[in-house]
Each structure stands twice: as structure tokens, then as C-alpha cells.
């Protein structure tokens, strides 16, 4: 398999419910928006994770990532790094990166 880009997100929600679900999702690379929009699938003893999974293709940054919350809220960031997982909080302009194992860092 060719390598490529990719980016995982988390959110936690603080005036919506604690893990975004509902949140819709833009992320921009190389000219294209892609959308996603979170809901994990929940059926008889089982449930996704309550996670985003963007495929980049061969970008090395995304160029602007853009959270709509259930409470309406909009942040946008700029210059994404790709290639991990991060954790975005309602109402918090940082970005955090889980790291397995390790959990959140700053």
C-alpha cells in the first residue's frame, strides 16, 4: 500500500455534549474540503469510537480545519499538522495530540 496522509479527531464538548457528537466538520487540503460529520454508530452491545477519520492523500498540512458544534458554535484552525490524532475542546483555540499510550499532550 502507497503511504499517505491521514488525521484522526476527537472532541470534547463543553456548552454541547461532552463528545461533539453532531459536530459537522470541514477540513481543506490541496484545494479540496472534505466533510465529515460525527456520529458513532451505536447498536446491541456495541459502539464505535466517538471519532473523525480524515484520508489526506499525499498532503503534508491541512490548510484550515473548521468545527460547527451542535451549540453553534465555529472554530477554525490553520496549518493542521497531518499524520496524528488530536483532540479539539469547544470554545479552546488549541489543538491537542493524543498519543497512544501516553494519553493528551499540549
Known sequence: F???SWLRISLRGI???SLGIGSKIECE???KT???ELYPG???LSQSPASVHFGLGNAAT???LAIR???G???VFTDVPVNSHIQITESDSKIRTIIPGEGVQE
Open 2 to 4: 502507497p503511504a499517505s
Open 73 to 75: 458554535e465555529k472554530q
Open 62 to 64: 491541512i490548510s484550515r
Open 69 to 71: 458544534w451542535p451549540s
Open 15 to 17: 456548552r454541547s455534549n
Open 34 to 36: 472534505l466533510y465529515r
Open 29 to 31: 487540503v490541496d484545494g
Open 42 to 44: 451505536i447498536s446491541f
